[in-house]
């Protein structure tokens, strides 16, 4: 009875420890495999400070990179940034939940209390704009573009893409691709099968996979934003790239025919997805590809980060890698940008930390890790491995198409209705109510 009184109490001095030394900014991360923390001497954990928009001397960097195949680029970036400007502390105010599932729920709190971060993650495209900018809550930063001799150094598009009304809202530090698909190459060769390039070619893979007793297409919906990249995706492929911009920009219904032959391939894919696809992140289904349980995940290349930097597998050796079929010659554009919020007390030192993420060394440390390519034009090709290159290459010659699922195309309000909508797709496979769900959400984009 003592014994049992004396491990109780050992027990519950565990339990407090524990508790007491946990990362208060992990909200909920379930990844494994995140033990980069190297770059955290100079930073604390903030999600729960109530700064009133970044004192003296701290940077607050608000994101969701946080965990396996996300924080180190961001670790390291801090990291540099410290070295070079030792006057200023940053804070990493990472909140946890692939493409900012949990945190653009925390950062809305925060900017309608007036109580912004120095400086977050936002995508550029109608997140920026939409939330933010058309809301008057962010600072122009022209004049840091014209300061830094920026505006030939970043690729038009993606100038545009940070715009409003002629004036430029925030710092893009990469491009993330969306429509690849990563495979695993042992698997395709054991099995004698081709890329494939369209989707019936996807079909025919999937069934070959199938009897052979391999999960075809790994998902992990436990986020409902993987299942709507991959309808992006098909969307892409059905309606071209003119014709998916139309679509969000309202001149095509999505009742349209080919919207409805999308929703009907997007359901037949899910005929091949693994059965425990509700209980995964991107990162554990990504892993069912690594340990070749299943053959192929369609997942934007911060999975090249993370099977690179995380789970040590080479490129072109291990994995693979091809664009979504149907959308060869298209690139689905995600791009990462900081920018400068109203109301901010040292907004000379956040111009600071945002012209750093300008430069070339910024950006050529970062991206590297995090598995996408630099969102300047000068970037040292050295640095980048094959897939690196490959998807430098692509972002020249393709025609861009700017991701839904990743807040490039349509409004927060659109697209977390959509993520509903495709979310209820997946269980109860009915292209009827989702095209009915989408069209109704359309007046929202
Ligand atoms: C995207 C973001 C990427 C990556 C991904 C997974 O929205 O642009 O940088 O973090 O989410 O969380």
């Given at each position: 009875m003592r014994k049992l009184y004396s491990f109780l109490v050992l027990l519950a001095l565990v339990l407090v420890i524990a508790a007491c030394s946990?990362?208060?900014?992990?909200?909920?991360d379930t990844n494994s495999g995140s033990d980069n923390n190297e770059a955290n001497t100079n930073e604390s954990?903030?999600?729960a400070d109530s700064s009133d928009g970044g004192e003296e001397g701290v940077v607050e960097i608000f994101s969701w990179w946080t965990g396996a195949g996300e924080e180190d680029g961001l670790l390291a970036l801090i990291d540099l940034f410290t070295e070079q400007h030792p006057e200023i502390t940053v804070e990493n105010a990472a909140v946890a939940g692939?493409?900012?599932?949990?945190a653009k729920a925390v950062l809305t709190t925060r900017m309608q209390g007036n109580d912004p971060p120095s400086t977050f993650q936002v995508h550029g495209g109608e997140e920026l704009n939409q939330s933010w900018v058309i809301a008057d809550k962010m600072e122009p930063l022209n004049d840091l573009y014209e300061e830094n001799d920026w505006m030939d150094k970043f690729p038009q598009d993606l100038i545009d893409l940070v715009s409003h009304e002629g004036d430029i809202y925030s710092v893009p530090v990469n491009i993330h691709r969306g429509n690849v698909m990563f495979y695993n190459m042992e698997i395709f060769e054991e099995h004698n099968l081709e890329i494939p390039t369209t989707i019936d070619e996807f079909f025919e893979v999937a069934e070959t996979l199938e009897a052979a007793g391999i999960v075809p297409l790994a998902l992990g919906d436990k986020e409902s934003w993987t299942a709507t990249q991959i309808f992006e995706n098909v969307l892409a492929a059905e309606l071209g790239v003119d014709g998916y911009a139309q679509l969000f920009s309202g001149e095509?219904?999505?009742?349209d025919d080919r919207v409805v032959a999308a929703a009907e391939k997007f359901g037949k894919i899910l005929d091949y997805i693994n059965e425990d696809h509700a209980s995964r992140n991107w990162q554990d289904s990504a892993q069912l590809v690594a340990e070749g349980e299943a053959a192929m995940t369609n997942m934007g290349d911060w999975a090249k980060g993370y099977f690179s930097n995380d789970l040590d597998l080479e490129t072109n050796v291990d994995f693979g890698y091809f664009p979504f079929?149907?959308?060869?010659?298209s690139f689905a554009v995600i791009t990462d940008t900081f920018g400068l919020p109203k109301g901010v007390d040292n907004p000379e030192q956040v111009k600071t930390f945002l012209t750093f993420l300008g430069t070339p060394e910024a950006q050529d440390v970062f991206n590297p890790l995090k598995g996408s390519i630099p969102a300047?034009?000068?970037?040292?090709?050295?640095?980048?491995d094959d897939y690196g290159k490959d998807a430098m290459a692509d972002f020249q010659k393709d025609d861009l198409f700017p991701s839904l699922a990743h807040g490039s195309a349509a409004s927060e309000g659109f697209l977390t209705k959509a993520n509903q909508a495709v979310n209820i797709f997946v269980t109860q496979r009915d292209v009827d109510n989702l095209i009915s769900a989408l069209q109704n959400a359309a007046p929202e984009m």
């Amino acid at each position: 009875m003592r014994k049992l009184y004396s491990f109780l109490v050992l027990l519950a001095l565990v339990l407090v420890i524990a508790a007491c030394s946990s990362d208060t900014g992990d909200n909920g991360d379930t990844n494994s495999g995140s033990d980069n923390n190297e770059a955290n001497t100079n930073e604390s954990d903030s999600t729960a400070d109530s700064s009133d928009g970044g004192e003296e001397g701290v940077v607050e960097i608000f994101s969701w990179w946080t965990g396996a195949g996300e924080e180190d680029g961001l670790l390291a970036l801090i990291d540099l940034f410290t070295e070079q400007h030792p006057e200023i502390t940053v804070e990493n105010a990472a909140v946890a939940g692939g493409a900012g599932t949990n945190a653009k729920a925390v950062l809305t709190t925060r900017m309608q209390g007036n109580d912004p971060p120095s400086t977050f993650q936002v995508h550029g495209g109608e997140e920026l704009n939409q939330s933010w900018v058309i809301a008057d809550k962010m600072e122009p930063l022209n004049d840091l573009y014209e300061e830094n001799d920026w505006m030939d150094k970043f690729p038009q598009d993606l100038i545009d893409l940070v715009s409003h009304e002629g004036d430029i809202y925030s710092v893009p530090v990469n491009i993330h691709r969306g429509n690849v698909m990563f495979y695993n190459m042992e698997i395709f060769e054991e099995h004698n099968l081709e890329i494939p390039t369209t989707i019936d070619e996807f079909f025919e893979v999937a069934e070959t996979l199938e009897a052979a007793g391999i999960v075809p297409l790994a998902l992990g919906d436990k986020e409902s934003w993987t299942a709507t990249q991959i309808f992006e995706n098909v969307l892409a492929a059905e309606l071209g790239v003119d014709g998916y911009a139309q679509l969000f920009s309202g001149e095509i219904d999505f009742e349209d025919d080919r919207v409805v032959a999308a929703a009907e391939k997007f359901g037949k894919i899910l005929d091949y997805i693994n059965e425990d696809h509700a209980s995964r992140n991107w990162q554990d289904s990504a892993q069912l590809v690594a340990e070749g349980e299943a053959a192929m995940t369609n997942m934007g290349d911060w999975a090249k980060g993370y099977f690179s930097n995380d789970l040590d597998l080479e490129t072109n050796v291990d994995f693979g890698y091809f664009p979504f079929p149907g959308t060869e010659g298209s690139f689905a554009v995600i791009t990462d940008t900081f920018g400068l919020p109203k109301g901010v007390d040292n907004p000379e030192q956040v111009k600071t930390f945002l012209t750093f993420l300008g430069t070339p060394e910024a950006q050529d440390v970062f991206n590297p890790l995090k598995g996408s390519i630099p969102a300047r034009v000068d970037a040292d090709m050295d640095k980048y491995d094959d897939y690196g290159k490959d998807a430098m290459a692509d972002f020249q010659k393709d025609d861009l198409f700017p991701s839904l699922a990743h807040g490039s195309a349509a409004s927060e309000g659109f697209l977390t209705k959509a993520n509903q909508a495709v979310n209820i797709f997946v269980t109860q496979r009915d292209v009827d109510n989702l095209i009915s769900a989408l069209q109704n959400a359309a007046p929202e984009m």
